[in-house]
């Protein structure tokens, strides 16, 4: 991936692509779309895409979903359906994005939520909700 700040979308679909490698050369990514690829896993940079909207990843030969994808308070969109996904019930793989990301972030312990909770109101100059108010 090129070095690309104003890199809004990518849709690299039908590509036979097996690894994504230097996604954070794009940060403000608000699509991206790899369907029909030969994805086994999505590389750790997609869940530190805090801009990220849409995520197309159907098709592919992804057999789990990092449950940190739920914590992209940004991402509305999800496609996961065509996948051998054995983590994650059949019902939920056609689930829309709402949906999909209170049952992956139900997979995540509390100390991992709330230490990017933390980390994202940081990050945006929010106070810390968590601490101080007893």
Do not use: C, F
């Not at 197309?56 to 992209?72: A, F, G, M």
């Not at 359906?81 to 994005?97: F, H, Q, V, Y």
């Amino acid at each position: 991936m090129p070095r690309a700040a104003k890199l809004d979308t990518i849709s690299l679909g039908y590509n036979q692509i097996t690894t994504l490698a230097n996604l954070e050369h794009a940060p403000n990514l608000s699509v991206l779309d790899l369907h029909s690829n030969k994805l086994e896993s999505l590389p750790d940079t997609v869940m530190q895409m805090s801009r990220l909207k849409t995520l197309t990843v159907s098709n592919n030969e992804l057999k789990d979903i990092d449950p940190r994808i739920s914590l992209l308070e940004e991402l509305v969109r999800i496609n996961i359906e065509g996948n051998p996904l054995k983590a994650i019930k059949a019902n939920m793989r056609s689930a829309n994005a709402v949906q999909l990301k209170k049952y992956l972030k139900m997979r995540l312990g509390e100390d991992v939520v709330e230490a990017e909770e933390t980390k994202q109101s940081a990050a945006r100059g929010l106070p810390n909700m968590s601490s101080g108010y007893d």
